[in-house]
Nanobody, 122 residues
């Protein structure tokens, strides 16, 4: 199983960025994104059922971030709008064999991708 994340970079506050994560090796029930800011613990950002009919977001990003997936090539996305300096973190894509998007926020993930750094300047 491999999760390959990309798309991080430097962006000004108020700007947008889209992260991508290519999944391979098996199918999943839930996929999502976490982030870890310097000096802080890794925290949940967003998760979705594989079919996309159920989605769950942390309060910090609700209304600004959108999680989605392209069925054609098993690529997962995190569209981030209205970025704030406090969104600066290493972002990790993740996937679970079963469960729900809400469950991922609590139980973490079975599989992790490598991180991609997002830096938001003020």
């Amino acid at each position: 199983v491999q999760l390959q994340a990309s798309g991080g970079g430097l962006v000004q506050a108020g700007g947008s960025l889209r992260l991508s994560c290519v999944a391979s090796g098996r199918t999943f029930s839930v996929y999502g994104w976490f982030r870890q800011a310097p000096g802080k613990e890794r925290e949940f950002v967003a998760a979705s059922s594989w079919r996309g009919d159920r989605k769950f977001y942390s309060d910090d990003v609700k209304g600004r971030f959108t999680i989605s997936r392209d069925n054609r090539d098993n690529t997962m996305y995190l569209r981030m709008n209205s970025l704030k300096p406090e969104d600066t973190a290493v972002y990790y894509c993740a996937a679970n064999r079963d469960g729900s998007p809400q469950n991922m926020a609590v139980t973490r993930a079975d599989y992790w991708g490598q991180g991609t750094l997002v830096t938001v300047s003020s």
